[in-house]
C-alpha cells in the first residue's frame, strides 16, 4: 500500500451549476481530411510493430526489464528520424549526456543530429518543447519514473509522480504535436511504478522482451490506438547495437536437431506475422512423490491441461513423471494454436520415437480432447513452406456457411486432418511405425 495525498483543488465550475456550452458534433466521414500521416524510422521492425510508423502527437510507452535494450533501440530510433529530417529531442534522466554520447558512438550514430538533455523535472522538459529554431517533432524520455512535478509532493518513481509527469507530458505534447516516447521499467517491487500505472494514458503500449542469456530482443505491442495489436518486432543484440531479424522463424529454428524425440514444430502466429517455433518436451521417471513440471516461454495451465487431457482422454500415463517443456530460443508463445504442437512433442517424448523432421503442428485441444481449428491456416502453411516443411498436421476446417468450394489450398504440403487428440496419439505410436 502506498500512501496519496488527494489533490485539494476542485475544479471551479462543477460546484457552482454553472451550465457548460453545447458540445460541436461531427460525422463519422472525414472533412477534407485525409489518411493519417505516420513517421517511419526505416527500421521495418519498429515500424511494424507501430502499426505503420508513429502518429504525431500520440504517446507511446515502451516498457521492459532494466538492462533489456529500451535506450538502445530508442536511441537508434531517434537517431533515424533525426537523419530523415525530423527535430528530435532524447531527455535522460538515468544517463549524463556523455554516456548517452558513448552509446551513440557504439551504434556509429553519432553524427545524427539529435538533441540530447539530461534532465528530471517535468517543468524545464515541457519548457524546452517550445525553444528551438523549428517545431519538435520527436521526445524520448527515458524513463518516466526519474521524471518529477514539482507541486505534487510524492519522491519520483511513485505511483503518483508517475501518473503526474506522464500526464503534464503527455497534454503539452499533443498541444505542440509531438510525439513521445517514454521509456517505463518493469519493476518486480512495489517501491517504483511500473509502466501499467500509464498504459491508459498513452496511445500505445509496447513491451520489449527477452531472455538475458540469448541475444535476441521482441518487441511486442499490447495496445495500439492507431493499429493492430499483438505484433511483434524481432532484433539481435549485437555489439553495434539491434539489429533487425526479418525471417525470425530461421532464427528460431537454426539450431533444431534432427531425429530427436520430444521437439515439434509449431506453425505459429504472432500478430499479422507467422513464425515457426521448436517446442520441446522432455517427460522423465520421477524420483520425486510429487512429479516437477516445468515450463519455459509457454502457459504452466495450459500444459497442465493438455497433460489432463492425454491423461483422461488419451489413455496416457504421465502422473509420475517430471515434465519440462521449453519453446527454444527464448520466444514466450501465447497462442492456444500451440497447444496441438505441444501434445506432439509430449507424446514423442514418451514414446521415444522422433516427429518427421519436415512436419509443424498447429490447432488448439478442448477439454474433450478434440482439436479446434484456430485463425491463419494458410498464412501458417505459407510460412512453413518457405522453410522447407513438407507436411502439416491440423484442425478440420470449420464448415461455414457459404463455403462453396473446398477452402483454398495455397500450400503444397500434405496435411493430415486431427479431429481429436486420439488420432495424434494413435499416430505417433509404435503401432504406427510397425504398420
Ligand atoms: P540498455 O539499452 O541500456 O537497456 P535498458 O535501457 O533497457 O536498461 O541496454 C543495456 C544492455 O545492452 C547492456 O547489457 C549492453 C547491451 N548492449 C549491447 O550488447 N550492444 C550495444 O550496442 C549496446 C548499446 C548495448
Ligand atoms: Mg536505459
Keep these: ?67 533489456i535494450g529500451k535506450s538502445t533501440l530508442l536511441l537508434q530510433v531517434v537517431c533515424r528520424m533525426a537523419l530523415s529530417g525530423k527535430r528530435c529531442l532524447y531527455i ?7 554516456q548517452v554520447r558513448l ?28 525553444g528551438g529554431t523549428r517545431p519538435v517533432d520527436l521526445m524520448v524520455i527515458d524513463s518516466i519514473q526519474t ?42 517491487e512495489g517501491q517504483i511504478a511500473g509502466p501499467r500505472v500509464l498504459e491508459h494514458m498513452v496511445d500505445a503500449v509496447m513491451y520489449f522482451e527477452g531472455d538475458r542469456g540469448h541475444s535476441f530482443r521482441i518487441l511486442r505491442n499490447v495496445k495500439n490506438r492507431f493499429g493492430a495489436t499483438d505484433e511483434i518486432g524481432v532484433f539481435e543484440m549485437a555489439e553495434e547495437g539491434l539489429v533487425e531479424v526479418l525471417n525470425p522463424s530461421e532464427l ?5 536437431q534432427d531425429h530427436i524425440a520430444g521437439s515439434a514444430v509449431l506453425a505459429g502466429l504472432e500478430g499479422t506475422r507467422p513464425v515457426l517455433v521448436e517446442v520441446q518436451a522432455l517427460v522423465a521417471p520421477s524420483p520425486l512423490g510429487t512429479p ?63 516427429i518427421p523432421h519436415d512436419m509443424v503442428f498447429f490447432g488448439e485441444v478442448g477439454l474433450a480432447g478434440e482439436i479446434r481449428a484456430v ?35 495455397h500450400t503444397s504440403l500434405k496435411g493430415k486432418e486431427i479431429t481429436h487428440l486420439e488420432d495424434l496419439v494413435a499416430w505417433l505410436t509404435p503401432a504406427r511405425k510397425a504398420a
Excluded at 458534433?25 to 521492425?45: A, M, N, P, V, Y
Excluded at 511513485?158 to 518493469?186: C, D, M, P, Y
Excluded at 519455459?296 to 517430471?322: F, H, K, P, Q, Y
Excluded at 491463419?376 to 456457411?401: I, S, V
Design 103 to 130: 552509446r551513440a558512438d557504439r551504434l556509429q550514430m553519432s553524427h545524427a543530429p539529435v538533441e540530447l538533455a539530461s534532465a528530471t523535472s517535468v517543468r524545464d522538459i515541457i519548457a524546452s518543447m517550445d
Design 292 to 354: 516437477r513440471r516445468a515450463v519455459i516461454g509457454w502457459d504452466s495451465n495450459r500444459l497442465a491441461m493438455v497433460l489432463a487431457v492425454l491423461e483422461a482422454r488419451c489413455g496416457l500415463t504421465l502422473s509420475g513423471s517430471d515434465i519440462f517443456l521449453n519453446i527454444a530460443g527464448g520466444i514466450r508463445i501465447t497462442e492456444p494454436a500451440a497447444d496441438l504442437a505441444v501434445a506432439a512433442a509430449l507424446i514423442s517424448s514418451q514414446t521415444g520415437i522422433p
Design 92 to 98: 535522460s534522466g538515468e544517463e549524463a549526456v556523455d
Design 147 to 188: 521524471m518529477y512535478v514539482d507541486n505534487v509532493e510524492s519522491a519520483p518513481g511513485t505511483v503518483t509522480q508517475v501518473r503526474a509527469s506522464a500526464q503534464e507530458i503527455i497534454r503539452a505534447a499533443k498541444k505542440k504535436n509531438i510525439i513521445v516516447l517514454f521509456v517505463g521499467h518493469v519493476t518486480k
Design 252 to 256: 528460431f529454428l537454426a539450431q533444431r
Design 375 to 409: 485463425s491463419q491456416p494458410d498464412l501458417r502453411m505459407k510460412e512453413a513452406e518457405k522453410l522447407g516443411f513438407t507436411q502439416a498436421a491440423y484442425p478440420k476446417r470449420p464448415h461455414r456457411k457459404g463455403d462453396t468450394k473446398t477452402p483454398s489450398r
Design 1 to 67: 500500500m502506498t500512501e496519496e495525498t488527494a489533490e485539494a483543488t476542485i475544479p471551479k465550475g462543477m460546484t457552482s451549476g454553472k451550465k457548460g456550452k453545447g458540445l460541436e458534433f461531427h460525422s463519422l466521414t472525414s472533412e477534407g481530411q485525409t489518411k493519417l500521416d505516420r513517421h517511419l524510422t526505416g527500421i521495418t521492425e519498429f515500424d511494424r510493430v507501430t502499426g505503420g510508423g508513429m502518429v504525431p502527437g500520440s504517446a507511446l510507452l515502451i516498457g521492459g526489464d532494466p538492462g
